[in-house]
């Protein structure tokens, strides 16, 4: 059984004649321990079906199943504890806590989810891996956006999570931080049995992906090379 599934998922917004269907007839599966890339042009689809995929918002018909449970009928407790247990998110917009240091935002995190998560050796390896474990004792607004996006990076792994979603992981990144993100991406699937979804326009990815999909005008397929 597939760790995440969506089938026949279609989301549209608005009504009548301004109705816009982002999402049609999407069906999709992946596995523990697999990499996979969305990859599209801009408003494609790409980051609505990561937020009905990570049980963000809710498709307008069709089934998600996350870890075998269908959550189309969960209530709002039941997919926040889903989230919380299941999931760990890369943002775009890194969704750091301003007036926390960074290393508060990992005692935050280790507070909200309290089981399972790294130990600190292995969050300082973690942190040594994506060359940020010297800005500890900054805030934020004293960090470049690579910097923020590689603090994001390891705020979402340092949960375990058996599922990670990411939304542009590397674009604020430059080639190198791109090979470590990417290398990193793969130990954890690859080692860890952690599955790794992510939607990108960065076309240097794609050589860390096991597959890849591509959605257009809300349709996705398969991408065989």
């Given at each position: 059984?597939?760790l995440?599934s969506l089938?026949n998922?279609?989301?549209i917004y ?5 109705q816009?269907?982002?999402l ?7 596995d523990?321990g697999?990499?996979?890339?969305i990859e599209?042009?801009s ?7 990561l937020?009905i ?7 307008t ?19 926040d504890?889903?989230r ?13 806590v ?8 990992f ?12 130990q600190?050796?292995?969050l300082n390896?973690?942190l ?5 474990n010297?800005l500890?004792?900054?805030y ?14 390891a705020?979402a ?13 590397t674009?604020?990144l ?13 130990q ?20 860390y ?7 257009v ?5 398969k991408?065989?090379?």
């Amino acid at each position: 059984m597939s760790l995440v599934s969506l089938k026949n998922v279609n989301k549209i917004y608005g009504k009548g004649s301004s109705q816009i269907k982002s999402l049609d007839n999407i069906n999709f599966a992946a596995d523990a321990g697999q990499v996979v890339l969305i990859e599209g042009p801009s408003g494609s689809g790409k980051s609505t079906f990561l937020t009905i995929l990570g049980a963000l918002q809710k498709a307008t018909s069709g089934q998600v199943i996350i870890s075998g449970e269908e959550i189309t009928a969960m209530n709002s407790k039941q997919l926040d504890q889903l989230r919380l247990n299941k999931i760990g998110f890369i943002l775009q917009s890194y969704a750091l806590v301003p007036y926390l240091k960074i290393r508060e935002q990992f005692v935050l995190a280790n507070i909200i989810k309290k089981t399972n998560n790294m130990q600190q050796l292995q969050l300082n390896n973690l942190l040594e891996q994506l060359q940020v474990n010297e800005l500890l004792d900054k805030y934020p607004k004293e960090l470049s956006g690579g910097q923020r996006q590689r603090i994001a990076i390891a705020r979402a792994l340092y949960t375990n999570p058996p599922i990670v979603l990411a939304d542009e992981p590397t674009a604020s990144l430059d080639s190198k931080c791109v090979t470590l993100v990417g290398q990193l991406f793969q130990q954890f699937a690859h080692q860890d049995g952690t599955l790794i979804v992510m939607v990108t326009h960065d076309q240097r990815l794609e050589q860390y992906a096991d597959v890849i999909y591509r959605i257009v005008d809300g349709k996705m397929d398969k991408r065989i090379d």
